[in-house]
């Protein structure tokens, strides 16, 4: 079950629960963030409309998004509304649960991999995690993207820290980046195609994990994209890779020029 840093939701907040009793005046729901707690909805917060049967829009064991709108934990009551949420607002908070959940499974790893369980893991660095990271799933991609004295820097403990960037680096891929520019070339030297080709090929030839490919516009430009999962990265070798390209050119006496492709806002 993921579990958020706080005992008590805050009015407001979008809450993933699971009904599990539905009556004819409301329903109550077992919230799946905050183990052990439970929010009560009642009738006139189902839907907008007038509700004839509640059954109609909630049944036992679905799994439902509702807003907190009244917290009280003297009583241990939690009020939640099904009608005060767009519909957007409802997808995006279920996408999150479930990379939530991705990630939970992901700190399990990690602490099976120290002989720990997850209980253990939550105490000594998981809620840590929520507060420096915001949720635990951003730290593992801060690992996969920036090591694990990236973590270490932020105060994690260095075998949690390891045996975090160990999980993430295996399970994470490093979104990817795609930018482009073009070069302009021309050579009126009489070996003038073979040295065009022998400069394209220059420029795709950059001895690293980042794949530079070389596409014809229409003499004298071609397009250089490079993919890469670095945005800064990957602009240092688009602009090594038109180099590499001009000097050739340059060198038979020709001329080449780089423009950089606008990204679109």
């Given at each position: 079950?993921?579990?958020?840093?706080?005992?008590?939701?805050?009015?407001?907040?979008?809450?993933?629960?699971?009904?599990?009793?539905?009556?004819?005046?409301?329903?109550?729901?077992?919230?799946?963030?905050?183990?052990?707690?439970?929010?009560?909805?009642?009738i006139s917060e189902v839907?907008?409309?007038?509700?004839?049967?509640?059954?109609?829009?909630?049944?036992?064991?679905?799994?439902?998004?509702?807003?907190?709108?009244?917290?009280?934990?003297?009583?241990?009551?939690?009020?939640?509304?099904?009608?005060?949420?767009?519909?957007?607002?409802?997808?995006?908070?279920?996408?999150?649960?479930?990379?939530?959940?991705?990630?939970?499974?992901?700190?399990?790893?990690?602490?099976?991999?120290?002989?720990?369980?997850?209980?253990?893991?939550?105490?000594?660095?998981?809620?840590?995690?929520?507060?420096?990271?915001?949720?635990?799933?951003?730290?593992?991609?801060?690992?996969?993207?920036?090591?694990?004295?990236?973590?270490?820097?932020?105060?994690?403990?260095?075998?949690?820290?390891?045996?975090?960037?160990?999980?993430?680096?295996?399970?994470?891929?490093?979104?990817?980046?795609?930018?482009?520019?073009?070069?302009?070339?021309?050579?009126f030297d009489p070996d003038?195609?073979?040295?065009?080709?022998?400069?394209?090929?220059?420029?795709?030839?950059?001895?690293?994990?980042?794949?530079?490919?070389?596409?014809?516009?229409?003499?004298?430009?071609?397009?250089?994209?490079?993919?890469?999962?670095?945005?800064?990265?990957?602009?240092?070798?688009?602009?090594?890779?038109?180099?590499?390209?001009?000097?050739?050119?340059?060198?038979?006496?020709?001329?080449?020029?780089?423009?950089?492709?606008?990204?679109?806002?």
């Amino acid at each position: 079950m993921v579990r958020k840093n706080a005992k008590w939701p805050e009015e407001g907040e979008l809450l993933v629960a699971t009904v599990y009793k539905v009556l004819p005046y409301g329903c109550f729901a077992k919230l799946e963030e905050y183990h052990g707690k439970e929010a009560f909805i009642h009738i006139s917060e189902v839907s907008s409309g007038w509700v004839k049967n509640i059954r109609d829009h909630v049944r036992e064991n679905q799994k439902i998004v509702a807003r907190c709108i009244r917290v009280n934990p003297k009583k241990g009551h939690v009020d939640a509304s099904l009608k005060r949420i767009r519909e957007d607002q409802r997808t995006k908070k279920i996408q999150q649960w479930k990379i939530e959940q991705k990630a939970e499974k992901f700190l399990e790893l990690s602490a099976k991999s120290l002989n720990k369980n997850l209980n253990t893991a939550y105490k000594e660095v998981g809620y840590d995690l929520m507060d420096i990271f915001g949720d635990i799933y951003g730290a593992y991609e801060t690992a996969a993207d920036e090591g694990a004295q990236s973590l270490i820097d932020e105060g994690i403990d260095e075998k949690w820290a390891e045996a975090i960037t160990n999980v993430a680096e295996r399970n994470i891929t490093p979104p990817e980046v795609h930018i482009s520019g073009y070069i302009d070339i021309q050579t009126f030297d009489p070996d003038g195609v073979d040295i065009v080709i022998k400069a394209l090929k220059a420029a795709e030839d950059n001895n690293t994990e980042d794949e530079v490919k070389v596409q014809y516009v229409g003499a004298p430009r071609y397009r250089i994209t490079v993919t890469s999962s670095d945005y800064r990265i990957a602009e240092k070798e688009l602009q090594n890779a038109a180099d590499r390209a001009i000097k050739i050119i340059e060198d038979s006496n020709g001329n080449g020029e780089f423009l950089r492709e606008l990204e679109d806002n």
